[in-house]
């Protein structure tokens, strides 16, 4: 485990890795620690499927990388998946100063929505203070002129992703496959604002632990309003 106390904080970066299957995880990963430590591949399954946890000294930081398997993984369920996710504390702590979502730049789905959806709940309210979006495949938008910030214009307004680009600062940065070491340090850039503007504060094991927990309990409440419907119904039935 990489383990962190308030001294090492400003030298270190610790980042987890979230998104959908084959958006460019592994590789944004690889770009930042500066060597191949993720497997990448272009395939119809999900190469990830552990959370991996990869250090590298770079840029004078000491820069720690969790990856995660992607959301919408072939082989693993929702709820296997949600456990994967939550080992990225096993990995880390006291926490992590970035949450990097990662994004291919496209025509936004059903499927992309269900996938934001799942991780502002995973990680809670608290997952906006520390959020960094992050667009791949951006060879696209070059293709049409485009620029990342008319794209993010085109995000319906109304969308889990354009709320949560809006309620984490806008904080989002395009970074493709080639990605220049200027690029990167822009990306570390944007890290070290997070840390200034949280005050030397992780996102935490504990505030996870505590999403987790009001998660638990709005299943909890969900299933025992489920169970009241059917007895209210059965002493209805009683009665008539
Ligand atoms: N054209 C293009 N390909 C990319 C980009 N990022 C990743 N890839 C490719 O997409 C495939 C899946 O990438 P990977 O990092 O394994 O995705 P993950 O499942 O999200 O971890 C690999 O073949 C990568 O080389 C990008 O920005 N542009
Ligand atoms: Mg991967």
Same mark, same amino acid.
């Given at each position: 485990m990489a383990a962190s106390s308030e001294l090492d904080y400003d030298n270190k970066v610790q980042i987890v890795l979230i998104g959908k299957t084959q958006v460019g995880k592994s590789t944004i990963g690889n770009i930042i620690l500066g060597f191949h430590a993720f497997d990448t591949k272009l395939s119809a399954a999900s190469v990830t499927s552990k959370t991996e946890c990869k250090e590298n000294d770079r840029f004078g930081? +000491?820069? =720690?990388? !969790?990856?995660?398997?992607?959301?919408?993984? $072939?082989?693993? $369920? @929702?709820?296997?998946?949600?456990? @994967?996710?939550c080992k990225w504390s096993e990995h880390i702590s006291?926490? %992590? #100063?970035?949450? =990097?979502? !990662? %994004? +291919?730049?496209?025509?936004?789905?059903?499927?992309?929505?269900?996938?934001? *959806?799942?991780?502002?709940?995973?990680?809670?309210?608290? &997952?906006?203070?520390?959020?960094?979006? !992050?667009?791949?495949? %951006? /060879?696209?938008?070059?293709? +049409?002129?485009?620029?990342?910030? +008319?794209? =993010? @214009?085109?995000?319906?307004?109304?969308?889990?992703? #354009?709320? &949560? %680009? /809006?309620?984490?600062?806008?904080?989002y940065i395009a970074l493709g496959n080639t990605a220049s070491e200027e690029e990167v340090q822009n990306l570390l850039g944007m890290i070290e604002e997070i840390k200034e503007v949280?005050?030397? *504060?992780?996102?935490s094991n504990e505030l996870f632990k505590r999403a987790q927990e009001v998660n638990s309990n709005s299943i909890g409440s969900r299933i025992s309003g489920i169970c009241t419907g059917i007895l209210n119904w059965g002493s209805k039935k009683l009665s008539n």
């Open positions: 930081k +000491q820069l =720690v990388v !969790v990856d995660t398997p992607g959301f919408f993984h $072939t082989e693993l $369920t @929702e709820e296997e998946l949600r456990n @994967e996710y006291p926490g %992590i #100063q970035a949450i =990097v979502l !990662v %994004i +291919q730049a496209e025509r936004f789905t059903e499927e992309d929505e269900k996938t934001f *959806k799942f991780f502002k709940t995973l990680f809670g309210d608290n &997952l906006k203070d520390y959020l960094i979006v !992050v667009f791949t495949h %951006i /060879c696209r938008l070059e293709d +049409q002129h485009m620029s990342i910030d +008319q794209f =993010v @214009e085109t995000i319906d307004k109304s969308s889990n992703l #354009q709320k &949560l %680009i /809006c309620k984490s600062n806008k904080r949280n005050g030397g *504060k992780y996102y």
